[in-house]
């Protein structure tokens, strides 16, 4: 497994202060040690709780194999009440849902 998507490293979520308390979660089948039965490279979602938003991305990126699966994956987010955000990332293909800022980062 490699870390080397296109956009690792170059964009990020601008989250406004006033907008939290606020969960963010990542899950990912190519980096990092946690299992994935999917193949997204991530699952960004936001919600009011980090436990949510930690079991929603896990469960999101269950669905995703291919960047044509971007669409199904999110509108099964969609359905899981308290997500905000979502962000699905498979190779050089980026899907987004929800009231979320992305913008490119200088790392």
Known sequence: MSNQNPFTGKIALEIDPHETSLGICTS????????????ADAVV????????????????GNQVNHPEEIDKGIKFGQKISG???IVIIVNQSVGVWGDLKLCETSI
Do not use: E, P, Q
């Not at 990912?28 to 193949?39: A, E, I």
């Not at 979602?45 to 999101?60: E, G, P």
């Open 28 to 39: 990912s089948r190519t980096v990092g040690h946690s299992l994935s039965y999917g193949k």
């Open 45 to 60: 979602v936001t919600a009011a709780s980090a436990t949510l938003a930690d079991a929603a991305a896990t469960a999101i």
């Open 83 to 85: 997500l905000k955000g």
